[in-house]
């Protein structure tokens, strides 16, 4: 009954295409092997990736130090081994990364110089208002 179950969910996956980001087609080949796994080495998969999903949401979290979406994401890759639900919401997201991506390489020359100049800009406006109204630049413990 399990190995039904397992070729139904198989068979309502779509196809992969030429469009599918490599890292979701190694996720799935990993996801395949992982299955094969000892029972012992399989939990300690999931209860690493809790562990580093709930390390990454305190990093989120203002005034904490680190890549919190990061350290998420990583997380997520440890669950979606064994979770569909983990492995729908880490597609979503490298789906979402590649997209980024895309646009990012089809920005003009120009676009990239004015946001090279605005962000110089910013970080000139913020340097000026340190000196101007004594912000420390290192927190004093």
Known sequence: ??????????????????????????????????????????????????????AGILMSFPGAPGPGIAVILIGLGFLALEFDR???????????????KDRAEQTSTRQRILAGVAGALAVAAFVVAAIRWDIPLVPIV
């Not at 983990?86 to 980024?100: F, I, K, N, P, S």
């Open 86 to 100: 983990a492995e729908r919401l880490l597609e979503r997201a490298v789906l979402w990364a590649d997209r980024a």
């Open 1 to 54: 009954m399990a190995t039904e179950e397992a070729e139904r969910r198989e068979d309502d996956r779509p196809p992969e295409d030429d469009d599918t980001p490599e890292l979701l087609i190694k996720l799935r080949e990993r996801k395949e092997r992982h299955k094969q796994r000892h029972i012992l080495h399989r939990v300690a998969v999931v209860v690493l990736g809790f562990l580093i999903v709930c």
